[in-house]
């Protein structure tokens, strides 16, 4: 980048006839454009000015610098210009990587919107559940849920993640409604199996600042959520859901909330970006635009509305009225 300034002041002092005059031009002293001009000649071999008390002239080898170096500063200084305009326009290709589920149900539907408001950004969505390398994989963004691991990324959270537990009511009517945490081992259980294998053991809180473990197990395991929703509406055992997941179900009562008194402690939903002092503006405004619309998350108002459990009901001689 020094050649390429040196040669730029070069064709400055053509364009201008003097170093002083292009110096001022430049901003810089007369002896400091004089050294790098010498510095020039001495790089490349050859001189390339003849001064003269009145103007300086090309040599054959400064005529022919400028006829061939001319396009390559313009194209250069043509670079820069839009990278700078760029540095501060919402524009671009942005790569979005999100949960299948998640996406799917909260982020698809938002982005008509954002394009609409950024109609010179081109979004590229992947809906997947692996956890991508954000560097290799070329993403500038993902949405993620949980307890982050990897310090080398950048998060912001948008959003609680609250999880319930939660059961179809013929599941209930057959098997009882647990009234304690310690109930859940009796009990059919739908487990998640994920990067940190089989989640089996549920953390519950006992209202006084402490936590209940309680191992589980069922009859069923899977590494997709869906599936794992699809089971308890119906009536395969108990799960552990997130709110976001499962809010229609426990608003129309297909799942019913058990425990409430008992809660699961809150993870996070978070915007995780590679580690980088400059974020692209293109990506600075989609994850302004996902805080704006879930700062009063749509989920969780539906979850308000979900009715009470069922009450467990007891029945002599009817053994689905028993927790096993």
């Keep these: 980048m020094d050649r390429i300034g040196d040669i730029a002041l070069f064709l400055r002092v053509l364009d201008l006839g003097s170093i002083s005059a ?3 031009s430049l901003d810089l002293s007369v002896a400091v454009a004089s050294q790098r001009l010498k510095r020039l000649e001495r790089e490349l071999g050859v001189r390339l000015l003849h001064r003269t008390t009145r103007r300086l002239h090309a040599t054959p080898e400064g005529a022919a610098l400028a006829e061939q170096g001319r396009p390559l500063v313009e194209d250069l200084e043509a670079l820069a210009s839009g990278l700078r305009q760029a540095g501060t326009e919402v524009a671009g290709t942005l790569r979005v990587t999100a949960s299948a589920s998640f996406g799917r149900q909260y982020i698809s539907p938002l982005l008509p919107e954002f394009l609409a408001r950024h109609p010179r950004v081109t979004l590229s969505l992947d809906l997947n559940d692996q956890l991508l390398d954000l560097v290799s994989a070329g993403v500038d963004l993902a949405v993620r849920i949980g307890a982050l691991d990897d310090s080398s990324l950048v998060a912001r959270k948008l959003a609680v993640n609250r999880r319930v537990i939660c059961a179809a009511p013929d599941y ?9 945490p310690q109930e859940l081992a009796e009990h059919d259980c739908i487990l ?40 308890a509406v119906a009536g395969l055992g108990i799960a552990l859901h997130s709110t976001w997941h499962a809010c229609d179900d426990l608003r129309s009562g297909r799942l019913m909330q058990l425990l409430p008194e008992y809660p699961i402690a809150d993870t996070g939903i978070y915007a995780v970006m590679p580690q980088r002092r400059l974020v692209p503006p293109r990506v600075r405004a989609f994850v302004d635009f996902l805080a704006e619309r879930f700062a ?20 002599d001689g009817d053994p689905g009225a028993q927790a096993r």
């Design 192 to 231: 998640l199996v994920g990067r940190q294998g089989r989640q089996d053991v549920w953390r519950l809180g006992d209202g006084r600042g402490g936590e209940i473990a309680v191992r589980v197990r069922g009859r069923f395991e899977s590494n997709y959520g869906e599936a794992l929703r699809d089971a």
């Design 296 to 315: 009063s998350p749509p989920w969780e108002q539906h979850a308000a509305e979900a009715p009470p459990p069922a009450p467990r009901r007891r029945r």
């Design 22 to 24: 292009a110096a001022r």
């Design 172 to 180: 209930l009517r057959r098997r009882g409604v647990p009234r304690t």
